[in-house]
């Protein structure tokens, strides 16, 4: 199994930053992908940014240019920098890593863009 634990949510004014961190059980080395997504009130949970290997990274259109995933193999953690921050990035952010043919997920940090 793979335990997650994200971090790093608030209470932020539109056009600041935040940084979310996932920590990992298991190294990423064994880890074949990992990723970013949220769930706004009433919405569907989407995508944000995912990361094959080191190197594969993808982001939804929305936050092209505002987000950047990244990773700290020794910490065993997968951030998200998130800046330029708007009202409608508000929701639950939850990182998932895919493992032995499994999907985990963690339980989620709230991030609320709001003045």
């Known amino acids: 199994q793979v335990q997650l634990v994200e971090s790093g949510g608030g209470l932020v004014q539109p056009g600041g930053s935040l940084r979310l961190s996932c920590a990992a059980s298991r190294s990423l080395f064994s880890i074949a992908s990992m990723g970013w997504y949220r769930q706004a009130p009433g919405k569907q949970r989407e995508v944000v940014a995912t990361?094959?290997?080191?190197?594969?990274?993808n982001y939804v259109d929305s936050v092209k240019g505002r987000f950047t995933i990244s990773r700290d193999n020794a910490k065993n953690t997968v951030y998200l920098q998130m800046n330029s921050l708007k009202p409608e990035d508000t929701a639950v952010y939850y990182c998932?890593?895919?493992?032995?043919?499994?999907?985990?997920w963690g339980q989620g940090t709230q991030v609320t863009v709001s003045s």
């Open positions: 998932n890593a895919f493992w032995a043919q499994r999907l985990y």
């Open positions: 990361m094959v290997g080191s190197d594969i990274l």
